[in-house]
């Protein structure tokens, strides 16, 4: 039987190729909005960041996220991704 195919996504920090479900994908809407996209499936510009405060904190301090979606992405949205790690979503 054929065993089932992991999608895997790079982290736009680390570079490291992982499983979805080890990612956070942040996207940028068609209306320029920036929303976390828990679903993975959300229509969009994404970008995936690996589930780690640290992570978090240097994509913070670097702006890469403003650069890979092409738009400000507001401190909240740090805030918040920092908050669903520690909850361990």
Known sequence: M?????PLRKCVITQERLP???LIRVLRTP???????LTGRA???GA???KDVLVIEKARKNKI??????????????????E???NGK
Do not use: F, H
């Open 2 to 6: 054929l065993e089932k195919k992991i």
């Open 20 to 22: 979805k479900k080890e």
């Open 31 to 37: 209306s320029m909005e920036v929303v976390i996209d």
């Open 43 to 45: 229509n969009g510009r």
């Open 48 to 50: 995936y960041l690996k």
């Open 65 to 82: 996220l403003d650069k890979q979606l092409e738009v400000s992405v507001p401190d909240e949205i740090y805030d918040k991704l920092i």
């Open 84 to 86: 669903i790690v520690k």
